[in-house]
């Protein structure tokens, strides 16, 4: 099971769903990208996601073109440029998934407001990813 999740930057909400499909089981391959790569994860995405007990910190940002040329399960976009943008893949895709979340990278006000932005994409980023994951995924492996 070869699995792709595509955002913006890869520096938010794509490494958080990256973390937590790897969390949930660890035989499928994870892997993520952005559409414009960032130049490094978000120590905010970060540090949420070590909250839960996930370590992302090794993380780094990939570009989409280094993979359109492989075969995956699933893509699966989570913001909609990401969606909207997605490169055509020459390998083949077996299911192509959208999900919208917020990109919490630039939630106005103090650290405050930015980690409780970032706490609630990551938490409807694990229940969206959870539901996958028991439903669609761990049927097939």
Same mark, same amino acid.
Do not use: W
């Given at each position: 099971?070869?699995?792709?999740?595509?955002?913006?930057?890869?520096?938010?909400?794509?490494?958080?769903?990256?973390?937590?499909?790897?969390?949930?089981?660890?035989?499928?391959? +994870?892997?993520?990208?952005?559409?414009?790569?960032?130049?490094? +994860?978000?120590?905010?995405?970060?540090?949420?996601?070590?909250?839960?007990?996930?370590?992302?910190?090794?993380?780094?940002?990939?570009? +989409?073109?280094?993979?359109?040329?492989?075969?995956?399960?699933?893509?699966?976009?989570?913001?909609?440029?990401?969606?909207?943008?997605?490169?055509?893949?020459?390998?083949? +895709?077996?299911?192509?998934?959208?999900?919208?979340?917020?990109?919490?990278?630039?939630?106005?006000?103090?650290?405050?407001?930015?980690?409780?932005?970032?706490?609630?994409?990551?938490?409807?980023?694990?229940?969206?990813?959870?539901?996958?994951?028991?439903?669609?995924?761990?049927?097939?492996?």
């Amino acid at each position: 099971m070869r699995i792709l999740i595509l955002c913006t930057g890869n520096s938010c909400r794509s490494q958080m769903a990256h973390g937590f499909m790897k969390h949930f089981d660890d035989r499928p391959e +994870v892997y993520s990208a952005g559409v414009s790569p960032a130049s490094r +994860v978000s120590p905010h995405s970060v540090e949420v996601m070590a909250e839960k007990g996930i370590d992302i910190s090794d993380h780094v940002p990939e570009d +989409v073109r280094d993979y359109t040329d492989r075969s995956f399960d699933y893509v699966i976009t989570v913001c909609d440029l990401a969606n909207e943008t997605c490169p055509y893949f020459s390998g083949e +895709v077996k299911k192509r998934l959208h999900f919208s979340f917020p990109d919490p990278y630039n939630t106005p006000g103090g650290r405050e407001a930015v980690m409780k932005a970032y706490r609630k994409v990551r938490d409807d980023i694990e229940t969206t990813f959870y539901q996958l994951y028991t439903e669609k995924i761990k049927p097939t492996l």
